[in-house]
């Protein structure tokens, strides 16, 4: 069996540190070989992508292309559908058949994960590790908490040692930036250095993302 790997699957409109940072404490914490970004094409979840799919995968690109053992997987973006994770998990299933999956998600997916298209049946095909801050302890109702009974494992590599099936808690520092406030600076103007990375933050000057449609 190989050495796991990691799944981030979002809109990253744009992709910013509160993305990154976790990221990488989390492949520290669990010895993973690298990290699939993976940017949603049409999310079932949520509105409509402000910027389209060509510069979010430039930006994604861009953020972590000095990174080792990061990379960007565009898989989504060629669909013509909805971006449902249970359909990108069995694609990676297929193409990584000897290798731990490890699909990172934070607490608030966690809390409405039950609303997500089948399921229940994401851990037939990858680990899912729940990233949180130090000391953030939910409680859950059903069909969550029974559901977490039956799949959580704490076991320190445990996500080495089986290809699926099981959910871990992961504590790592939060960063208090979100891609709407993001987006809401730059329209006003404001300074977003340091809150996403510097080649990203200059391709949206660049290209003149988020800013305040001119009136014709």
């Given at each position: 069996?190989?050495?796991?790997?990691?799944?981030?699957?979002g809109t990253f409109d744009p992709i910013?540190?509160?993305?990154?940072?976790?990221?990488?404490?989390?492949?520290?914490?669990?010895?993973?070989?690298?990290?699939?970004?993976?940017?949603?094409?049409?999310?079932?979840?949520?509105?409509?992508?402000?910027?389209?799919?060509?510069?979010?995968?430039?930006?994604?690109?861009?953020?972590?292309?000095?990174?080792?053992?990061?990379?960007?997987?565009?898989?989504?973006?060629?669909?013509?559908?909805?971006?449902?994770?249970?359909d990108t998990l069995q694609s990676l299933?297929?193409?990584?058949?000897?290798?731990?999956?490890?699909?990172?998600?934070?607490?608030?997916?966690?809390?409405?994960?039950?609303?997500?298209?089948?399921?229940?049946?994401?851990?037939?095909?990858?680990?899912?590790?729940?990233?949180?801050?130090?000391?953030?302890?939910?409680?859950?109702?059903?069909?969550?908490?029974?559901?977490?009974?039956?799949?959580?494992?704490?076991?320190?590599?445990?996500?080495?040692?089986?290809?699926?099936?099981?959910?871990?808690?992961?504590?790592?520092?939060?960063?208090?930036?979100?891609?709407?406030?993001?987006?809401?600076?730059?329209r006003e103007g404001k300074e977003c250095?340091?809150?996403?990375?510097?080649?990203?933050?200059?391709?949206?000057?660049?290209?003149?993302?988020?800013?305040?449609?001119?009136?014709?």
């Amino acid at each position: 069996m190989k050495q796991a790997i990691g799944l981030i699957g979002g809109t990253f409109d744009p992709i910013h540190i509160g993305h990154l940072c976790p990221a990488i404490e989390t492949r520290e914490q669990l010895g993973l070989q690298k990290i699939l970004f993976i940017p949603n094409s049409i999310p079932p979840h949520r509105d409509t992508p402000h910027s389209c799919a060509e510069h979010r995968l430039k930006m994604a690109r861009l953020a972590i292309r000095d990174v080792e053992g990061f990379e960007v997987d565009d898989r989504e973006l060629k669909r013509l559908k909805p971006s449902y994770t249970i359909d990108t998990l069995q694609s990676l299933r297929a193409e990584y058949p000897d290798t731990p999956l490890c699909f990172l998600m934070g607490m608030d997916s966690l809390l409405s994960l039950a609303s997500w298209h089948r399921w229940e049946e994401l851990t037939d095909y990858a680990h899912l590790v729940i990233c949180h801050r130090p000391g953030w302890n939910p409680e859950f109702g059903e069909p969550i908490a029974s559901w977490l009974k039956a799949h959580q494992d704490q076991t320190l590599g445990a996500l080495q040692t089986r290809l699926c099936g099981l959910v871990q808690f992961v504590e790592n520092r939060t960063f208090d930036i979100s891609a709407t406030e993001l987006r809401q600076r730059i329209r006003e103007g404001k300074e977003c250095r340091y809150l996403l990375p510097d080649a990203v933050l200059d391709y949206i000057r660049q290209q003149g993302l988020y800013r305040p449609t001119r009136p014709q």
